[in-house]
């Protein structure tokens, strides 16, 4: 049977949807783009995402430079985006404000590359692996011995990040990028769209013989990039951030070289206060620089909040069953709105402010202004799914 007609639905769509109905009517049924690029945190995001693409190619070696990516997808543009800083030595010295958002990006890319290296213990299996799924609509649950016949409602598609070998572990893992303010992880098992990636990506991989039969993803791999530039404080060696040196540091830095153990030695009250009196702080740096000695302050209070985490989500079989019916559940409730049988709703909050490209449409549209005038000079129209139909003609002339 053909189901070429079935309407399509994207990941991002159903987020969309979820979000707030009439922005997913604009943007998915409408087709409706700006036609000015925003230069806010969904862009920069997209851009560390695209960076990441091209540095995890298949195989155990990597890619393009994340860095350089990185520059391309800037070019000139300046757009500016909140981070988290460090301006002094106490927690409250760490502060988040606005910085260039081409800068961070580089630095947040130069000390990824810095922790990770280049990952020599992942085997990429597929990277932007592309996925054309039929769903069915859910049904009540049936005591039947013979299963009822599901007929689809709505071909799934989308692209997922990577999937990768723990060549220590054996363990294969389905990795989800973010880039975020803060790192927080507690709602991650309920997340739903890298968990509906992973609940369709061992049958993509095992049928385009990437995996083995019998195995299967584990769970996913969620890699989260800090949106703050690196700490610029030194370390000491069991790397902990130190804060500036005062004088007597540098005068504990020359007593060590001269075998003094430090604070220990009965001699050293005497020999310290000498060289505290006869030296000035000038001259004790000066001596420290041309000994090549490395002098570091007192451990500081304040810790840079950690720039990466890795964080693990093992997923079960039930909850492979449970996200496959949740997108049968939504398409059927979508269709119910692309038929016109529901009316579209909103729902406005404060987020609308920077994640949303329809906010100033929106209250357009609530004030009953002229949103035809409006969407023909602010918006473009296109087809969200061109990528994914170009991927069809593509597979199919192949």
């Given amino acids: 049977m053909n189901y070429d007609n079935l309407p399509m639905l994207r990941t991002s769509e159903r987020k969309d949807f979820k979000r707030c109905v009439q922005r997913w009517y604009w943007r998915w049924r409408m087709g409706l783009f700006p036609r000015q690029q925003r230069y806010n945190a969904l862009w920069f995001g997209t851009g560390i995402h695209l960076a990441l693409e091209r540095w995890y190619v298949p195989g155990v070696t990597r890619g393009v430079d994340p860095r350089e990516t990185w520059a391309e997808f800037v070019e000139?543009?300046?757009?500016?985006?909140?981070a988290l800083v460090v301006e002094g030595e106490?927690?409250?010295?760490?502060?988040?404000?606005?910085?260039?958002?081409?800068?961070?990006?580089?630095?947040?890319?130069?000390?990824?590359?810095?922790?990770?290296?280049?990952?020599?213990?992942?085997?990429?299996?597929?990277?932007e692996q592309n996925f054309n799924l039929l769903i069915a609509k859910p049904e009540p649950k049936s005591k039947a011995v013979v299963p009822i016949a599901r007929t689809p409602i709505v071909r799934y598609l989308g692209t997922f990040d990577l999937v990768a070998r723990d060549l220590n572990t054996r363990q294969i893992w389905l990795w989800d990028h973010k880039t975020a303010k803060s790192i927080r992880t507690d709602h991650l098992p309920?997340?739903?769209?890298?968990?509906?990636?992973?609940?369709?990506?061992?049958?993509?991989?095992?049928?385009?013989?990437?995996?083995?039969?019998?195995?299967?993803?584990?769970?996913?791999?969620?890699?989260?990039?800090?949106?703050?530039?690196?700490?610029p404080r030194p370390v000491d060696e069991l790397g902990r951030s130190t804060n500036n040196p005062v004088k007597k540091h540098y005068i504990w830095a020359l007593m060590r070289k001269q075998g003094f153990v430090v604070e220990a030695d009965p001699q050293f009250p005497e020999t310290f206060a000498k060289m505290n009196k006869e030296y000035s702080l000038a001259e004790l740096k000066s001596e420290t620089d041309r000994q090549g000695i490395h002098v570091l302050g007192d451990v500081s209070k304040q810790q840079p909040t950690p720039r990466f985490k890795r964080h693990p989500v093992n997923r079960t079989r039930a909850e492979r069953n449970t996200q496959i019916e949740r997108i049968g559940s939504e398409a059927t409730v979508m269709n119910m709105y692309r038929d016109g049988g529901l009316?579209?709703?909103?729902?406005?909050?404060?987020?609308?402010?920077?994640?949303?490209?329809?906010?100033?449409?929106?209250?357009?549209?609530?004030?009953?202004?002229?949103?035809?005038?409006?969407?023909?000079?602010?918006?473009?129209?296109?087809?969200?799914?061109?990528?994914?139909?170009?991927q069809e003609r593509v597979s199919e002339d192949t």
């Fill in 343 to 390: 009316p579209l709703t909103k729902n406005p909050t404060r987020d609308c402010t920077w994640d949303c490209d329809f906010r100033n449409l929106c209250e357009l549209h609530e004030s009953g202004g002229d949103t035809e005038s409006f969407i023909s000079d602010i918006y473009v129209r296109d087809d969200p799914y061109a990528a994914h139909r170009l």
């Fill in 90 to 127: 106490t927690p409250e010295d760490t502060i988040e404000v606005w910085v260039e958002a081409g800068d961070l990006g580089h630095d947040m890319l130069s000390n990824y590359l810095h922790h990770f290296g280049k990952d020599d213990s992942w085997e990429v299996i597929s990277a």
């Fill in 190 to 231: 309920m997340d739903d769209q890298a968990g509906s990636y992973w609940a369709v990506a061992d049958h993509v991989l095992r049928k385009q013989k990437l995996i083995l039969p019998r195995e299967r993803i584990n769970g996913i791999l969620y890699n989260f990039l800090l949106k703050s530039p690196p700490d």
């Fill in 76 to 82: 000139d543009q300046i757009g500016y985006v909140k």
